[in-house]
């Protein structure tokens, strides 16, 4: 009689399940406006330590200009979270220094003081200036303070963009003005892609989505890690492995040739999303490493694209109806699209159709 029960109860849980799931997509065919969005992988560009031309990306631009993304979004760690960590610095003190930086914190720290903002009320009051319309140079230099005193760093990267030969440049503190000059010359794809295609498009911002609060945990589950990790003939494999050489192949030859679209192509393909999985992440889940800290590695991961597609979903949020772009290193691509694609409402749009469509023309 326990054993019906409980067949019954399976049953009914799977029925509830499907039920569950075809409502879902019900909801989905029923709804009134759509929003699409590309997550756009990328390689990072940062790693490359000959300067990229940027008329090189014209073609890459060309073809996401096509596209027309009404927002733009990135991989920098939102304000709010910067503001949270260096609260709880004890966690997240590591992530400061590799993804904020001493420097940046210290001039937000002081634009905050020289626009007397905490915080939050630079935040907040960067929101309010983003939605009016920015024509004029005095209004941009606004913003980058701003900008800075909130901790957007994309956004304020944007309108000095904007500002390429404009005097209005010199009004900016020294310290700023030297930062940005700085940061707008690195190869990175957030100033080489994102910016420069948001200007093209008269964007008045970028959109911050990286997470990194997963990291509180981090250090724990990578000391329980190490060791086997050490001893894996697996890990050894994959470091020599074609899914690792091809994308640095791929970015000597775009290097040499000046011709990009081979490796976005490559980062943007079906065939490279299957061996992010099948290569790069397989690799803790049944592979030669200890399956708890292995295991636990792939839960933050997860924790971390969650997370990032939440904060995508309130980009989309923004801009219900309209088309939302996401520049993001490769290996987070699959991820991303795996959970947008159950977002009511959302519909994706992927890369590589595009490039065919333009050659085809």
Request: charge should be negative; proline fraction near 4%; glycine fraction near 4%.
């Amino acid at each position: 009689m326990k054993l019906k029960t409980l067949i019954l109860a399976a049953g009914m849980l799977l029925c509830g399940g499907a039920l569950a799931g075809a409502e879902l997509q019900s909801l989905q065919e029923k709804r009134q406006l759509k929003t699409q969005v590309m997550v756009f992988g990328s390689a990072h560009l940062k790693t490359i330590k000959e300067e990229i031309a940027p008329e090189s990306l014209s073609p890459v631009l060309q073809i996401l200009a096509q596209y027309g993304p009404t927002a733009i979004a990135v991989e920098s760690l939102r304000p709010a979270d910067i503001v949270f960590m260096t609260q709880n610095a004890s966690d997240y003190q590591p992530v400061l220094d590799q993804f904020v930086g001493s420097t940046f914190i210290a001039l937000a720290q002081a634009e905050q003081q020289a626009l007397n903002l905490s915080p939050q009320e630079a935040i907040a009051r960067l929101r309010s200036l983003l939605k009016a319309d920015i024509t004029s140079s005095s209004q941009r230099v606004t913003v980058i303070r701003t900008a800075i005193a909130g901790y957007n760093l994309p956004t304020a990267l944007l309108h000095w963009d904007y500002l390429d030969g404009d005097k209005a440049r010199d009004t900016l503190p020294q310290a700023v003005a030297q930062y940005l000059s700085e940061k707008a010359g690195q190869n990175n794809e957030t100033s080489l892609i994102a910016a420069e295609l948001a200007r093209t498009l008269g964007l008045n911002q970028l959109y911050p989505i990286d997470d990194h609060l997963d990291k509180d945990l981090y250090p724990e589950v990578v000391s329980q890690l190490m060791d086997s990790y050490q001893r894996s003939e697996a890990a050894k494999q994959f470091a020599n492995s074609e899914y690792v050489k091809k994308p640095e192949r791929l970015k000597a030859q775009a290097l040499e040739s000046g011709n990009w679209l081979p490796l976005f192509q490559w980062m943007n393909s079906e065939d490279y999303n299957a061996e992010v999985l099948s290569q790069e992440w397989s690799l803790f889940v049944d592979k030669d490493l200890d399956p708890a800290p292995a295991m636990a590695r792939m839960a933050l991961w997860e924790i971390r694209n969650l997370n990032m597609a939440s904060n995508i979903n309130r980009v989309i949020a923004e801009h219900i109806g309209g088309r939302v772009m996401v520049v993001v290193g490769g290996s987070h691509k699959v991820f991303l699209e795996r959970y947008l694609a159950n977002m009511i409402g959302v519909e994706l749009v992927q890369f590589n159709p595009l490039v065919e469509d333009s050659e085809s023309r």
